[in-house]
């Protein structure tokens, strides 16, 4: 049987297991067992961001079983059409949950999202990085809830600053970015402290000349490096956290 | 995060302008630290990313303190002290209570120092009340450039 043939009677299959559904619970169970090689496709995708991929399929067959729950097989559109986007949204949902190493009330992990974006637009604009309640003004939230939110954005896992940097599995982690760039010859003239740089991934270091030789602001950083202010300001605190472990007592 | 509600024990604002923590010297403790710069900073109408360097400087001087500091000294209740003063200019002492054997450092030589120096104005190793030290201070004039630069 081709793959074609297969998924046209699989799609067969589903349709009748949701017309037996509101008679016969079993149904819902058959449709599950159905519908397992997607939830592991999807789960799979993934892999490699510091979770199991056990845990990844349970996450994922929680999606499809929600969207077993809610589909309306009168709309006309087909179910793995649908419960893709469940299944996929629940795995991100479980990230974004996860990616807190502290637990931080989802507002708060919603405005620390939209400061990501305010910020550098607004530095754009005033030329200048903004205060905290210009920040919160564009935002209609107070400068206390903006002040929370960066602190709240400093106990998110810094094992995210190497994940992929886009919502598709293309996108390039951090680490893989950047080229080798003359200019960092000259952070690296510090002797005392060029054996370790040299060990740095080129973006960490780029980053570190940016900042303490060129003494350029986070945000000019961000801008230049294309990434926002927040994770120039994660990527320099887990750099320098990483340095000071390699140095020991940090003496070099 | 029982021990962040019976550790910090000795928040003391004088004023806004004058703000004083204590913390066991521990690493979970910097986050602690962080938030009480950051909030100091902001309430001085600090820049976004001048409360963010801020708040790294007294991060990265209360974990060279901390390196420092023999594990076994949190244990025994060694401390960890922040000092903000801000008036024109903004002054962040960082201090230990536990033993630190050759203090100060020859600061210049030290990654801290070089790290310290390029986020504040003035750094300096000293000895504060007989206790290792670490004084950070982001001069007015200057920070006024960090808001408009």
């Known amino acids: 049987m081709t793959d074609t043939e297969q998924r046209d009677l699989n799609r067969e299959r589903t349709r009748e297991l949701f017309e037996q559904l509101p008679t016969d619970p079993s149904a819902r169970d058959r449709l599950v067992e159905l519908h397992l090689p997607l939830v592991e496709y999807l789960a799979r995708r993934f892999r490699g961001r510091g979770e199991p991929l056990e845990d990844l399929i349970q996450v994922a067959s929680l999606g499809l079983l929600k969207a077993i729950d809610r589909f309306d097989s009168d709309r006309g559109v087909e179910f793995s059409t649908y419960a893709t986007p469940t299944i996929v949204g629940e795995l991100k949902r479980y990230f974004r949950d996860k990616g807190w190493a502290i637990r931080v009330p989802r507002r708060l992990q919603e405005v620390g999202l939209q400061l990501a974006e305010v910020v550098p637009a607004l530095a754009q604009e005033l030329g200048r990085s903004p205060t905290l309640q210009e920040i919160g003004d564009s935002l209609g939230f107070s400068e206390e809830d903006v002040l929370e939110a960066m602190n709240a954005a400093q106990v998110y896992s810094l094992k995210s600053l190497d994940a992929p940097t886009g919502t598709d599995d293309s996108s390039l982690s951090i680490s893989q970015l950047g080229a080798e760039d003359e200019a960092l010859e000259l952070f690296e003239s510090w002797a005392s402290v060029a054996p370790l740089l040299k060990k740095l991934p080129p973006r960490e270091r780029e980053i570190l000349y940016l900042r303490f030789v060129a003494n350029e602001t986070q945000s000019k950083i961000a801008e230049k490096l294309g990434i926002s202010q927040m994770h120039v300001s994660r990527l320099l605190a887990k750099t320098l956290a990483s340095l000071r472990e390699s140095v020991g007592s940090f003496d070099a | ?149």
Do not use: H
């Open chain 2, 1 to 149: 995060m029982q021990e962040v509600n019976t550790g910090v024990n000795a928040v003391e604002v004088r004023t806004m302008g004058d703000v004083s923590l204590s913390v066991p010297a521990k690493p979970d403790f910097l986050q602690v630290v962080r938030a009480v710069v950051s909030g100091v900073g902001a309430r001085r109408g600090l820049s976004y990313d001048a409360i963010n360097e801020l708040c790294l400087a007294a991060s990265e001087a209360a974990a060279y303190l901390l390196g420092l500091t023999p594990a076994e000294g949190a244990a025994r209740g060694g401390r960890l002290s922040v000092r903000l003063r801000a008036k024109d200019d903004i002054d962040v002492t960082v201090m230990t209570n536990a033993p630190v054997p050759m203090w100060p450092p020859p600061a210049q030589r030290t990654l801290a120092w070089r790290i310290l120096a390029g986020l504040v104005d003035q750094v300096s190793f000293v000895l504060e009340e007989g206790c290792p030290a670490i004084r950070l201070v982001l001069a007015g004039p200057a920070r006024e450039s960090v808001t408009e630069s």
